[in-house]
Nanobody
Framework: QVQLVESGGGLVQPGGSLRLSCTASGFKMDYYVIGWFRQAPGKDREGISCISGDDGTIYYVDSVKGRFTISRDRAKNTVHLQMNSLKPEDTAVYYC????????????????????WGQGTQVTVSS
């Protein structure tokens, strides 16, 4: 059964850090582009960081550059998103998704694609 499961969300104060994880089962991430998306209340879902499973090419949206780091653990079939210097505007439900390698990291992050999606994890940045 194909599944993506996100974990690591929670409540954090501004300036704090969280590490999200996306673990896949039923398929090998090496053969997919994996992306992190987020959706705040009343807003569209946006791609924030994507990584290619084969060569590790990475993309970040400007709003998270220098604060967020995406990485992969091939042995655990998991992609992480380390989020530092969190701001209230980072509050959202965070989702991971997987699409075939026919996508580039830019095209995947440009718009939520069809493909495999996780159920999401809530991140709330508030004092």
């Amino acid at each position: 059964q194909v599944q993506l499961v996100e974990s690591g969300g929670g409540l954090v104060q501004p300036g704090g850090s969280l590490r999200l994880s996306c673990t896949a089962s039923g398929f090998k991430m090496d053969y997919y582009v994996i992306g992190w998306f987020r959706q705040a209340p009343g807003k569209d879902r946006e791609g924030i960081s994507c990584i290619s499973g084969d060569d590790g090419t990475i993309y970040y949206v400007d709003s998270v550059k220098g604060r967020f780091t995406i990485s992969r653990d091939r042995a655990k079939n998991t992609v992480h998103l380390q989020m530092n210097s969190l701001k209230p505007e980072d509050t959202a439900v965070y989702y991971c998704a997987a699409v075939p390698l026919s996508y580039t990291v830019q095209t995947m992050c440009a718009a939520p694609p069809s493909g495999f999606w996780g159920q999401g994890t809530q991140v709330t940045v508030s004092s």
